[in-house]
């Protein structure tokens, strides 16, 4: 929409809801755009809750069924990928640049809501 020559009176509603349509659905985007330090943080914490499962599981009891083992090796790395992917989006942002030129180019409407 904003490389088109010319606007219609239309135009700012298209694109006002194109936006909005984009804000609803970038967190799709956030974990492609990890920085550094987030990944190492992450990484960090990941280390950790393993060797705390380990350690839990070292004083359970050993006599247990190998789906037992299964359910629970299941169980555990689904609490790390979750544990991990709410770190992600607590500390990611999809914000770039060129989301904050979308400001300039109706100025005169409410085109950006906020970031």
Same mark, same amino acid.
């Given at each position: 929409?904003?490389?088109? $020559? ?9 694109? *006002? $809801? ?8 970038? =967190? ?7 920085? *550094? ?9 990941? $280390? ?8 839990? =599981? ?18 555990? $790395? ?9 770190? @992600?989006?607590?500390?990611? =942002?999809?914000?770039? @640049? ?18």
């Amino acid at each position: 929409m904003a490389q088109y $020559r010319s606007h219609t009176p239309d135009t700012p509603s298209y694109t *006002k $809801r194109y936006l909005t349509t984009f804000q609803q659905n970038n =967190h799709i985007f956030f974990e492609f755009r990890i920085s *550094k330090a987030t990944q190492m943080e992450a990484n960090h914490q990941d $280390r950790e809750l393993r060797e705390l499962m380990v350690n839990q =599981h070292a004083q359970v009891v050993r006599h247990t069924t190998a789906a037992k083992g299964r359910q629970q090796a299941d169980q555990d $790395r689904l609490q790390r990928f979750n544990q991990q992917a709410d770190l @992600i989006c607590q500390e990611n =942002h999809f914000n770039p @640049i060129k989301m904050h030129y979308l400001s300039y180019l109706f100025p005169m409407y409410d085109v950006l809501g906020p970031y």
